[in-house]
Protein backbone atom coordinates (compact mmCIF):
# COMPACT_ATOMS: atom_id res chain seq x y z
CA UNK A 1 0.00 0.00 0.00
CA UNK A 2 1.05 3.33 -0.86
CA UNK A 3 1.92 5.40 2.35
CA UNK A 4 1.13 8.92 1.70
CA UNK A 5 3.60 11.36 3.77
CA UNK A 6 3.09 15.17 5.18
CA UNK A 7 2.68 17.21 1.71
CA UNK A 8 6.18 19.16 1.00
CA UNK A 9 6.51 22.44 -1.83
CA UNK A 10 7.89 21.77 -5.01
CA UNK A 11 11.08 23.95 -3.70
CA UNK A 12 10.69 21.43 -1.10
CA UNK A 13 10.55 18.59 -3.68
CA UNK A 14 13.74 19.68 -5.93
CA UNK A 15 15.82 19.95 -2.62
CA UNK A 16 15.21 16.73 -1.35
CA UNK A 17 16.05 15.12 -4.39
CA UNK A 18 18.50 17.63 -5.50
CA UNK A 19 17.76 18.58 -8.48
CA UNK A 20 15.24 21.40 -10.75
CA UNK A 21 12.23 18.81 -11.32
CA UNK A 22 11.06 20.99 -14.42
CA UNK A 23 9.27 18.29 -16.27
CA UNK A 24 7.43 15.25 -15.04
CA UNK A 25 9.46 12.74 -16.22
CA UNK A 26 13.12 12.68 -15.26
CA UNK A 27 15.46 9.98 -16.37
CA UNK A 28 18.48 8.91 -14.19
CA UNK A 29 18.83 12.69 -12.49
CA UNK A 30 22.64 13.01 -11.50
CA UNK A 31 23.42 10.09 -12.68
CA UNK A 32 21.34 8.06 -10.08
CA UNK A 33 17.21 6.76 -9.65
CA UNK A 34 14.79 8.29 -12.09
CA UNK A 35 12.07 10.79 -10.54
CA UNK A 36 8.40 10.75 -11.86
CA UNK A 37 5.92 13.25 -10.88
CA UNK A 38 2.73 12.13 -11.11
CA UNK A 39 -1.25 13.25 -10.54
CA UNK A 40 -4.69 11.88 -9.51
CA UNK A 41 -6.22 14.83 -9.41
CA UNK A 42 -9.63 15.75 -11.82
CA UNK A 43 -8.32 17.60 -15.14
CA UNK A 44 -4.72 16.24 -14.45
CA UNK A 45 -2.72 16.82 -17.63
CA UNK A 46 -2.21 13.30 -18.50
CA UNK A 47 -4.21 9.68 -17.57
CA UNK A 48 -2.95 7.82 -14.99
CA UNK A 49 -4.03 5.05 -12.12
CA UNK A 50 -3.32 3.16 -9.53
CA UNK A 51 -3.88 -0.60 -9.57
CA UNK A 52 -3.78 -3.71 -6.41
CA UNK A 53 -4.48 -1.57 -3.57
CA UNK A 54 -1.89 1.20 -4.61
CA UNK A 55 1.17 -1.16 -5.46
CA UNK A 56 1.20 -0.49 -9.00
CA UNK A 57 0.83 2.70 -10.74
CA UNK A 58 0.20 2.86 -14.11
CA UNK A 59 1.88 6.34 -15.49
CA UNK A 60 1.35 8.06 -18.61
CA UNK A 61 3.82 9.13 -21.19
CA UNK A 62 4.68 12.94 -21.87
CA UNK A 63 3.29 14.97 -25.05
CA UNK A 64 5.72 16.90 -27.63
CA UNK A 65 6.32 20.33 -26.39
CA UNK A 66 4.28 23.33 -27.43
CA UNK A 67 7.45 24.91 -28.92
CA UNK A 68 7.67 21.61 -31.18
CA UNK A 69 3.54 20.71 -32.08
CA UNK A 70 0.99 23.33 -31.54
CA UNK A 71 -1.49 20.85 -30.08
CA UNK A 72 -0.11 18.32 -28.38
CA UNK A 73 -2.84 16.20 -27.41
CA UNK A 74 -3.52 15.80 -30.85
CA UNK A 75 -0.42 14.11 -32.03
CA UNK A 76 1.56 11.30 -30.50
CA UNK A 77 3.61 11.38 -27.66
CA UNK A 78 7.27 11.42 -29.08
CA UNK A 79 10.15 8.51 -29.09
CA UNK A 80 12.75 10.69 -30.50
CA UNK A 81 13.34 14.48 -29.90
CA UNK A 82 13.57 16.02 -33.77
CA UNK A 83 17.40 15.87 -33.58
CA UNK A 84 16.87 12.15 -33.43
CA UNK A 85 17.89 11.44 -29.24
CA UNK A 86 15.68 9.60 -27.08
CA UNK A 87 12.73 11.11 -25.27
CA UNK A 88 11.94 10.87 -21.86
CA UNK A 89 9.69 8.76 -23.43
CA UNK A 90 11.94 6.58 -24.96
CA UNK A 91 14.64 6.62 -22.30
CA UNK A 92 12.02 5.15 -19.82
CA UNK A 93 10.58 2.70 -22.39
CA UNK A 94 14.17 1.77 -23.85
CA UNK A 95 14.62 0.44 -19.83
CA UNK A 96 11.18 -0.93 -19.65
CA UNK A 97 11.84 -3.32 -22.86
CA UNK A 98 15.44 -4.27 -21.90
CA UNK A 99 14.32 -5.21 -18.31
CA UNK A 100 12.27 -7.31 -19.65
CA UNK A 101 14.20 -9.15 -22.49
CA UNK A 102 16.75 -9.51 -18.66
CA UNK A 103 19.53 -7.38 -19.94
CA UNK A 104 19.02 -5.03 -16.85
CA UNK A 105 17.77 -4.91 -13.40
CA UNK A 106 13.96 -2.80 -12.98
CA UNK A 107 14.98 1.40 -12.90
CA UNK A 108 14.24 2.07 -9.98
CA UNK A 109 11.79 5.75 -9.86
CA UNK A 110 11.01 8.20 -7.28
CA UNK A 111 7.60 8.62 -7.19
CA UNK A 112 5.70 12.04 -6.57
CA UNK A 113 2.06 13.30 -6.69
CA UNK A 114 0.97 16.45 -6.51
CA UNK A 115 -2.54 16.53 -4.41
CA UNK A 116 -3.08 20.08 -4.29
CA UNK A 117 -1.55 23.11 -6.11
CA UNK A 118 2.28 23.24 -5.71
CA UNK A 119 1.65 20.74 -2.85
CA UNK A 120 3.39 17.24 -3.38
CA UNK A 121 3.46 13.62 -1.51
CA UNK A 122 6.19 11.42 -2.02
CA UNK A 123 5.20 7.80 -2.97
CA UNK A 124 7.59 5.37 -2.78
CA UNK A 125 10.57 3.85 -4.66
CA UNK A 126 8.92 1.75 -8.00
CA UNK A 127 10.40 0.08 -10.42
CA UNK A 128 9.74 0.25 -13.94
CA UNK A 129 8.40 -3.31 -15.19
CA UNK A 130 6.56 -2.75 -18.39
CA UNK A 131 5.53 -0.04 -21.12
CA UNK A 132 3.80 0.02 -23.80
CA UNK A 133 1.62 1.99 -26.75
CA UNK A 134 -1.85 2.47 -27.20
CA UNK A 135 -4.61 4.10 -28.42
CA UNK A 136 -5.92 7.63 -26.79
CA UNK A 137 -8.27 8.95 -29.40
CA UNK A 138 -6.58 9.61 -32.71
CA UNK A 139 -3.16 9.05 -31.44
CA UNK A 140 -0.55 6.90 -29.83
CA UNK A 141 0.33 7.22 -26.13
CA UNK A 142 3.12 5.71 -23.65
CA UNK A 143 2.24 3.48 -20.89
CA UNK A 144 4.41 2.31 -18.15
CA UNK A 145 3.95 0.03 -15.46
CA UNK A 146 5.80 0.32 -12.04
CA UNK A 147 5.29 -1.30 -8.89
CA UNK A 148 6.45 -0.11 -5.14
CA UNK A 149 9.02 -1.81 -3.85
CA UNK A 150 9.35 -2.11 -0.17
CA UNK A 151 12.39 -0.24 -0.08
CA UNK A 152 14.38 1.91 2.74
CA UNK A 153 16.61 4.90 2.11
CA UNK A 154 19.29 2.66 3.44
CA UNK A 155 18.37 -0.35 0.86
CA UNK A 156 17.65 2.07 -1.91
CA UNK A 157 21.21 3.74 -1.74
CA UNK A 158 22.51 -0.34 -1.31
CA UNK A 159 20.40 -0.97 -4.76
CA UNK A 160 22.03 2.08 -6.65
CA UNK A 161 26.07 0.97 -5.81
CA UNK A 162 25.05 -2.79 -7.35
CA UNK A 163 23.42 -0.98 -10.40
CA UNK A 164 26.31 0.81 -10.57
CA UNK A 165 28.73 -2.29 -10.12
CA UNK A 166 26.45 -3.99 -12.84
CA UNK A 167 26.95 -1.44 -15.01
CA UNK A 168 30.82 -1.04 -14.42
CA UNK A 169 30.68 -4.81 -15.47
CA UNK A 170 29.01 -4.30 -18.76
CA UNK A 171 31.90 -1.32 -19.41
CA UNK A 172 32.90 -1.37 -23.19
CA UNK A 173 36.85 -0.60 -22.94
CA UNK A 174 37.66 2.67 -25.15
CA UNK A 175 39.95 -0.46 -27.17
CA UNK A 176 37.34 -1.97 -28.21
CA UNK A 177 35.34 0.80 -28.59
CA UNK A 178 37.72 2.38 -31.23
CA UNK A 179 38.78 -1.38 -32.77
CA UNK A 180 34.23 -1.76 -33.47
CA UNK A 181 34.20 1.27 -34.82
CA UNK A 182 36.70 1.04 -36.99
CA UNK A 183 35.42 -2.36 -38.03
CA UNK A 184 31.90 -1.15 -39.07
CA UNK A 185 33.19 2.32 -40.10
CA UNK A 186 31.11 4.70 -37.69
CA UNK A 187 27.69 3.62 -39.28
CA UNK A 188 24.48 0.94 -37.71
CA UNK A 189 25.25 -3.04 -39.35
CA UNK A 190 21.53 -3.24 -39.57
CA UNK A 191 20.79 0.18 -41.84
CA UNK A 192 24.25 2.16 -42.35
CA UNK A 193 23.02 5.27 -40.18
CA UNK A 194 25.77 7.55 -38.42
CA UNK A 195 23.53 9.44 -36.18
CA UNK A 196 22.47 8.13 -32.71
CA UNK A 197 24.96 5.43 -32.85
CA UNK A 198 24.72 2.61 -29.76
CA UNK A 199 27.40 -0.03 -28.75
CA UNK A 200 25.26 -3.31 -28.62
CA UNK A 201 26.33 -6.48 -26.97
CA UNK A 202 25.48 -9.34 -30.02
CA UNK A 203 25.58 -12.07 -27.44
CA UNK A 204 24.23 -9.89 -24.25
CA UNK A 205 25.43 -9.73 -21.42
CA UNK A 206 22.81 -11.35 -19.18
CA UNK A 207 23.51 -14.36 -21.31
CA UNK A 208 27.23 -14.21 -21.30
CA UNK A 209 28.55 -11.97 -23.53
CA UNK A 210 31.66 -10.70 -22.95
CA UNK A 211 32.44 -6.69 -23.14
CA UNK A 212 35.81 -7.35 -23.34
CA UNK A 213 35.91 -8.62 -26.97
CA UNK A 214 35.28 -6.50 -30.44
CA UNK A 215 33.79 -9.75 -31.91
CA UNK A 216 31.01 -9.62 -29.56
CA UNK A 217 30.69 -5.64 -29.90
CA UNK A 218 28.72 -3.96 -33.03
CA UNK A 219 27.64 -0.40 -33.97
CA UNK A 220 23.57 -0.47 -33.85
CA UNK A 221 21.34 3.09 -34.22
CA UNK A 222 19.13 3.88 -31.70
CA UNK A 223 16.14 2.71 -33.45
CA UNK A 224 17.93 -1.10 -34.70
CA UNK A 225 18.97 -1.28 -30.93
CA UNK A 226 15.35 -0.73 -29.34
CA UNK A 227 14.06 -3.11 -31.86
CA UNK A 228 16.64 -5.97 -31.36
CA UNK A 229 16.44 -6.24 -27.25
CA UNK A 230 17.86 -9.54 -26.44
CA UNK A 231 17.61 -10.97 -29.66
CA UNK A 232 20.50 -12.32 -31.16
CA UNK A 233 20.73 -10.62 -35.10
Request: hydrophobic letters at 30%.
Amino acid sequence: MIKIKPGVSYNEMCIQEGFSLQRGMNYQVNGGISIILMSLRKNAPYTERIEDKGRILIYEGHDEPKNIAQYPKLVDQPRYTPKGDLTQNGKFESSAVKFKNGLQSAELVNVYEKIKPGIWVYNGVFELHDCWIEKSGDRNVFKFKLTITDYTIDQKEKRKEQLKDLDHNRLIPTSVKIEVWKRDKGKCVQCGSTDNLHFDHILPYSKGGTSLKPENIQLLCARHNLQKSNKII
